[in-house]
């Protein structure tokens, strides 16, 4: 392997699956005030892929037409959980579960600042939620850099 090489150098795209979504992607536009920017197959067609980018660094939100989801029985929710790093975490919580979110992880309070909280969104999903202070102080060194 080359030694210029990183193998993970961060996440380009969160895939989350639903039934619906056409729904789905109203949902997340609602509670995030962002359109998505892409649809495939394009209109008038149904789409079986809508993505959004979100926050600092546009991560990716890609939702997928379910019949496209790896065949893994599944009862629960589960696999991965990405945290999107929020500025006010009690907040987005309560505004999460007004949305229609259930409680997946309660609100904890981690050593050093960090605190969680994950919801399953009404597609199935998990949807982690965080501060960060690492993320904070990464982003304000990014803002001071660029002055």
């Known amino acids: 392997m080359n030694q210029n090489t990183v193998t993970l150098r961060g996440f380009a795209t969160v895939s989350f699956y639903a039934d619906d979504i056409e729904e789905a992607a109203r949902w997340y536009a609602e509670l995030t005030g962002v359109e998505p920017y892409y649809r495939f197959p394009h209109p008038p067609q149904q789409a079986a892929y809508i993505e959004f980018r979100l926050g600092d660094h546009e991560d990716e939100l890609g939702l997928i037409d379910r019949r496209y989801a790896p065949r893994v029985p599944q009862q629960h929710p589960g696999g991965a959980v990405v945290f999107w790093h929020v500025d006010d975490l009690e907040g987005t ?27 399953v969104d009404p597609f199935g999903n998990v949807l982690g939620v965080m501060y960060n202070p690492h993320y904070v102080e990464l982003m304000a060194k990014i803002k001071e850099s660029a002055r």
Do not use: I
Request: aromatic share 4%; no cysteine; glycine share 8%.
């Open 93 to 119: 919580l309560q505004r999460l579960l007004d949305h229609g979110a259930t409680l997946h992880d309660p609100l904890t309070k981690r050593e050093s600042g960090f605190n969680t909280a994950s919801v």
